[in-house]
């Protein structure tokens, strides 16, 4: 017993020391961020509404997991102003630490997207800033929209404690700033040297081993975020240089099945880039089932069009089809355009179609009435009597210039030349047209 008392007493010692001693390696663990959970969130290619319908989702399930980190690994070229501002937002609205790590190009809409994360961390090859404001047709935008995006960078800068005349400087090329290799009427564009001077890194690093080692997450659990194959098409078919091709496609797929027999590969074609088009908005969060709704009551009301006559109906379908259209567009001014594109495709096709097919195939086939009654088909509205001329008969009646006259047995209504023909005057027939016959006057 005694010898079982011994023991239990060196077993406890041996275990009191034992712990004294992992103590301190746990702790050492825990700074190293064994207990942490780290969310890489990627930040690629053009910045639109499916990027940030993307990112509300990776984030929300950061949150949800009690992640303790989130790093967003950018490479992007820019893109649309107001999905940075959206995606501004959402990144100030994060309570779990933010990091942006630039591996390729944060230009534009990315260095915005970068100044509104708590920390930035560049790679050695990558850039951030170019950040002015380009329409579309690759021209500098109205001055209202450029004081609004230089007053965004700003604000984006000071709210992490970054001065701002260098986010200044990369939205407004008016800002002098040779040292940084941005004269006069340039954009800044900082390198990873540039930035950690001026303050707007953090760190310079190789890879994701260097930067999680500077944030002191070593050993932190990692979780991959990755598009899912519905948010990929909704990021393609939202772009604003994929939205009029998709319009385009289902006008001119429409067109070419009217003057085609049955449904072929062209209607197909059309219904695939419609339903694309508004699958990848609903997906993107940009159109809601109000604008489905119209878009299924503009096709019936064109299918009904075929079977009841007017035209009344087929211009209200149109016409919901364009509102489905406009509801799930983001942008008033791009849905028009891409709208007005596909609709000169659509009447190119219509012109090109009818000069080579005409209207004798296809759907015109039914619903266009092509019989004649022809004399060729032995239909006639009255019968020729060529034999008539040259007859001689009375006026039964005056001809003022119409009347009647009697040759031989047959009574015919005449009509004279021109002049007056008293009653019982021998007349003469001079010309046999159906239902016309002309006489004269014999002196």
């Not at 980190?69 to 990144?91: N, W, Y």
């Not at 091709?245 to 209607?267: H, K, M, N, Q």
């Not at 266009?368 to 239909?379: N, P, Q, S």
């Amino acid at each position: 017993m005694a010898k079982r008392f011994k023991l239990l007493i060196l077993f406890s010692v041996l275990i009191f020391f034992s712990s004294s001693f992992m103590l301190p390696a746990m702790d050492k663990a825990g700074a190293n961020g064994e207990d942490k959970l780290v969310y890489f969130i990627p930040i690629e290619n053009e910045v639109e509404r499916g990027l940030e319908a993307f990112l509300e989702r990776t984030t929300a399930e950061a949150e949800e997991a009690g992640a303790n980190h989130i790093i967003f690994e950018i490479d992007t070229p820019g893109g649309r102003v107001d999905s940075a501002g959206q995606i501004g937002k959402l990144l100030q609205g994060l309570d779990i630490p933010t990091t942006a790590y630039i591996v390729n190009e944060a230009l534009s809409a990315g260095s915005y997207i970068a100044l509104n994360s708590d920390a930035i961390y560049m790679n050695p090859n990558s850039t951030m800033g170019a950040s002015g404001v380009i329409t579309g047709d690759g021209n500098a935008a109205d001055e209202k929209a450029q004081s609004a995006w230089i007053a965004a960078m700003k604000s984006a800068a000071e709210s992490k404690g970054r001065d701002p005349q260098y986010a200044i400087a990369m939205a407004d090329a008016s800002v002098d700033m040779p040292e940084l290799g941005a004269p006069e009427g340039a954009f800044l564009t900082l390198t990873p040297s540039d930035a950690l001077e001026v303050g707007y890194a953090e760190g310079i690093v190789q890879n994701r081993v260097e930067l999680l080692d500077d944030l002191n997450l070593t050993n932190a659990q990692i979780v991959e975020t990755e598009t899912t194959f519905a948010e990929e098409v909704a990021r393609f078919v939202t772009s604003p240089l994929v939205i009029p091709i998709l319009l385009s496609v289902a006008s001119l797929g429409l067109i070419v099945e009217l003057y085609s027999p049955g449904f072929g590969v062209a209607g197909t074609m059309g219904i695939i880039a419609l339903i694309l088009f508004f699958y990848g908005h609903i997906i993107a969060g940009l159109a809601g089932m109000e604008a489905v709704v119209l878009l299924i009551l503009g096709i019936i009301l064109i299918i009904l069009e075929f079977f009841v006559a007017g035209g009344i109906l087929g211009l209200i379908g149109v016409g919901a089809i364009i509102g489905a259209l406009f509801l799930a567009g983001y942008d008033l001014g791009h849905m028009s355009l891409s709208i007005s594109i596909a609709f000169i495709v659509a009447i190119i096709a219509a012109v090109v179609l009818y000069k080579w097919i005409g209207t004798e195939r296809g759907i015109f086939k039914k619903i266009i009435l092509r019989d004649r009654t022809t004399a060729e088909l032995g239909y006639v509205s009255s019968q020729d009597r060529p034999e008539l001329i040259g007859k001689e008969g009375i006026a039964a009646t005056p001809l003022r210039p119409a009347g009647t006259a009697m040759f031989g047995n047959e009574r015919f209504d005449v009509v004279s030349e021109g002049g007056f023909i008293e009653k019982d005057k021998r007349i003469k027939i001079v010309q046999a047209e159906g239902m016309r016959i002309v006489v004269r006057e014999i002196n």
